[in-house]
């Protein structure tokens, strides 16, 4: 479905992403993860074209992304950046319907569209009538989730949707979106920090290191064939900063 | 009389266009169209002389009876009024021969009235009717000062170096003023540059030893100055005339008669006292000159500012008129500045290598100084009035609008323009719909900066003839009029004062509610 042939980004001499190779199925969830800077959000730039490739290619539902369709392409794709990049002059709704109004979706699909989203979503719909920063960080990314969803594309990029949300909230967050994924059949490249997160989402984890993929693979296959010791250390720091979990 | 008139006048009138007539037709005949009776226009530059010599003639012509006598008072400086007489907007207006010889027709030398004659011709005027005095360029110093010297001629001056001289700047630097002068009498005193307004109170309060004046000038007796005695002839002839259209004798021949008869009728003496009369006194022009021809000139010298107050001038009846054009003046150019300020900005913001060409240039034409700009504006133009005024204060406009609009941009998060792209919005929509909104407060800021400066540089386009309250500052200054400056600075101040309130207005309307600091609290 995605799939990376060769790509690679370096920055002024600093490789962000060396050149990789990687694909990801359809309809699984994908979770990206790494200790920061590894160049996650470079690898799912490069998917939705906001980076072009130094070399190798991207391609994106069995077309390889180039100028003349991105755009075209970006409208079957959902990305939610990091901190939820609401536009902050537009209400929560009118960020959900900006899209679908501007390719001339009637009313009344709109309409319905975004009643489906509340329900999915589950948040009040009186909220959508507030701007951005009259929202609580968790809303705030519900509501770049439904904007991500609003014209049902079929894959999904979503750059650490959880960040920055209390542990309550971010655990209640991580079930509801996984019941979002499978009710959808989405394909999902999701990122994060957090090996716990990735095992909850996780069909597929792909564990990069200072833009090199380490491994590649399911979490039992992390556990049980760890490609390198540096995966052992990763997953070990992780269980020892939340023990609980386990 | 100021820097544009020598800037003017660099320019030779041999050419004239179609469009400097239309553009004079439009501005200033069309009140005149509508009048059925032949209508004999009088013109007049900006000085208290020319103001009375206009009403002088203007009570001349209507007293023939045979056309309606209007007078476009003060319409500006020599090159406009010159300009105004060859479009046929004006019939006739008061020129001194020194300037028609030299600026009008830039002769090395003073020449004969037929001289002058000839040449004028060919462009289809001509001058005639010496009204009797000689209005030219003299040195004056305190008498008191000057017999403590013994100084009484322009000779004398050689015997004492150390005086200290204040010019104007016209005479400073005009080609047949102090440097032709000093050459021909010897003289090596390096003299200061002096605004002309301020001469008369440099001189009384001793700043100043020697000034230059105007030998007719209404303050000579009020400072008790003696005018130097020109012992070799130096200045040339300044003799007052009336310069016409070689149409008006047959148009209208029984005013020709009448104006005929103003010939040799006002004596340097008599120039003196009606200047001080208006200048000093505050009669008005009309009734100095109904004075005059009623053949008593003192007749009424009045307290100064004689049944005028400062709301009476304010309010005046040209108070409608000049805030029209101000505002026609202020909103036309800033419109042009949106227009293309806007755009510009946005080349700037998306890439990065124009912007610095396009932030430079912008940047560089605010640093022009106004005249200056006014005056190649209209060498390149060949108009004056308000077209130059309006794309003068368009370029002063275009700086703050193009800089608010690039940095606005410029200043948009990276997640937010990377959000609108990954969206899949095209370059337009993302545009229009995300990144312009975003930057609306910092445009309007400075469109809104560029209306207010707008409001204060427009005063300056009294100078060419464009109007607004600018035309009383300018009238003000150079009848020496402190009321009448008023009465065009304080509306001035006023509207700006009402752009900034009315763009606070706008700026609720405008800047998108989930950008404002005062949004709504809740939902
Ligand atoms: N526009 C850019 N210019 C220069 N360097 C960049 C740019 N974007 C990313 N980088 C560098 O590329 C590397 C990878 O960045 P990337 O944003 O992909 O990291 P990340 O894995 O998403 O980190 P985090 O978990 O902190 O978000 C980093 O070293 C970063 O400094
Ligand atoms: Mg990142």
Redesign the interface.
């Known amino acids: 479905m995605i799939r990376l042939e060769g790509a690679c980004k370096t920055y002024r001499g600093s490789v962000a992403l060396a050149p990789t190779t990687l694909t990801f199925a359809a309809r699984q969830t994908s979770v990206l993860i790494g200790p920061s800077g590894c160049g996650k959000s470079t690898l799912l730039r490069l998917i939705v074209g906001l980076v072009t490739p130094d070399a190798g290619g991207v391609w994106v539902g069995g077309e390889e992304l180039h100028k003349d369709n991105v755009e075209r392409l970006r409208h079957g794709i959902g990305y939610v950046i990091q901190d939820g990049g609401l536009f902050p002059h537009l209400t929560a709704g009118e960020n959900v319907a900006l899209l679908a109004r501007y390719l001339g979706r009637s009313r009344a699909w709109i309409e319905e569209r975004m009643s489906r989203l509340v329900d999915l979503m589950r948040i009040p719909a009186r909220l959508l009538e507030r701007f951005p920063r009259e929202l609580s960080g968790g809303q705030r990314q519900r509501v770049s989730l439904m904007r991500a969803l609003m014209l049902d594309p079929p894959i999904l990029l979503l750059d650490e949707p959880l960040g920055a949300l209390d542990p309550v909230t971010r655990y209640e967050l991580q079930d509801e979106l996984k019941r979002v994924f499978a009710e959808l059949a989405k394909t999902v490249v999701l990122v994060t920090h957090d090996m716990n997160e990735a095992a909850h989402f996780g069909d597929h984890i792909v564990l990069l290191r200072s833009g090199r993929v380490v491994q590649a693979g399911s979490f039992g296959e992390f556990l049980s064939h760890p490609a390198e010791d540096y995966v052992r250390d990763f997953i070990r720091a992780q269980r020892a900063a939340v023990p609980a979990a386990n | 009389m100021s820097a544009i008139s020598s800037a003017l006048s660099g320019r030779p009138y041999r050419r004239r266009t179609e469009a400097m007539r239309v553009i004079f037709s439009i501005l200033f005949l069309l009140p005149a169209l509508c009048a059925a009776q032949a209508t004999i226009h009088v013109g007049s530059k900006r000085f208290t002389e020319s103001y009375i010599l206009g009403e002088i003639v203007t009570a001349t012509v209507a007293s023939a009876g045979e056309a309606q006598a209007v007078h476009r008072q003060g319409m500006g400086n020599t090159a406009i009024v010159f300009a105004a007489l060859r479009a046929g907007v004006i019939d006739v207006y008061p020129e001194y021969t020194g300037t028609i010889a030299f600026e009008l027709l830039r002769k090395r030398a003073a020449a004969s009235l037929e001289d002058l004659n000839r040449e004028l011709a060919p462009l289809g005027l001509g001058a005639a009717v010496r009204l009797g005095f000689n209005n030219t360029y003299a040195l004056a110093m305190r008498e008191a000062r000057a017999a403590e010297l013994g100084i009484g001629a322009v000779s004398d001056l050689k015997r004492v170096p150390e005086l200290r001289i204040g010019l104007s700047q016209e005479f400073l630097n005009r080609r047949d003023g102090w440097p032709a002068m000093a050459r021909a009498y010897g003289l090596a005193a390096s003299p200061l540059g002096l605004d002309h307004g301020l001469a008369y109170e440099a001189s009384a309060s001793g700043q100043v030893d020697l000034i230059d004046v105007y030998s007719t000038d209404a303050k000579l007796a009020k400072y008790q100055l003696r005018v130097l005695t020109d012992d070799l002839g130096f200045f040339p002839k300044y003799d007052a005339v009336l310069l016409y259209r070689l149409d008006l004798p047959r148009r209208a021949p029984r005013t020709w008669e009448a104006l005929i008869g103003l010939e040799g009728r006002i004596s340097s003496r008599q120039m003196i006292a009606m200047n001080a009369e208006a200048e000093l006194a505050g009669v008005p022009f009309s009734r100095v000159a109904e004075g005059f021809l009623s053949g008593s000139a003192a007749r009424h010298l009045a307290a100064p500012g004689e049944g005028r107050t400062f709301i009476s001038t304010l309010v005046g009846a040209d108070f409608w008129r000049l805030t029209g054009q101000h505002l026609l003046l202020v909103f036309a150019s800033l419109g042009l500045s949106i227009v293309a300020g806007v755009p510009l900005g946005i080349w700037a913001a998306r890439s990065p290598r124009v912007s610095g060409w396009i932030l430079g240039s912008v940047g560089m034409l605010q640093t022009i100084p106004s005249l200056a700009l006014l005056a190649f504006l209209i060498t390149l133009m060949d108009t004056i009035g308000t077209v130059p005024a309006i794309i003068a204060l368009f370029l002063y406009a275009l700086l703050p609008i193009v800089r608010s609009t690039s940095s606005g941009l410029a200043d948009i998060a990276q997640?937010?323009r990377?959000?609108?792209?990954?969206?899949?919005?095209?370059g337009g929509?993302r545009l229009r719909?995300?990144e312009l909104?975003?930057a609306?407060r910092s445009i309007l800021a400075g469109i809104k900066t560029s209306a207010v400066i707008n409001v204060g540089t427009a005063t300056i386009a009294a100078f060419v003839g464009a109007g607004g309250y600018g035309e009383r500052i300018v009238a003000g200054l150079a009848v020496n009029d402190n009321m009448m400056l008023l009465a065009g600075a304080v509306p001035a101040a006023l509207m700006a004062i009402a752009m900034q309130l009315g763009f606070d207005v706008l700026d609720r309307w405008l800047i998108?509610?989930?950008?404002r600091h005062d949004?709504r609290?809740?939902?």
């Open positions: 997640p937010l990377e959000s609108a792209q990954a969206l899949g919005l095209p929509a719909l995300i909104p975003l609306a998108p509610a989930g950008l949004a609290a809740g939902a």
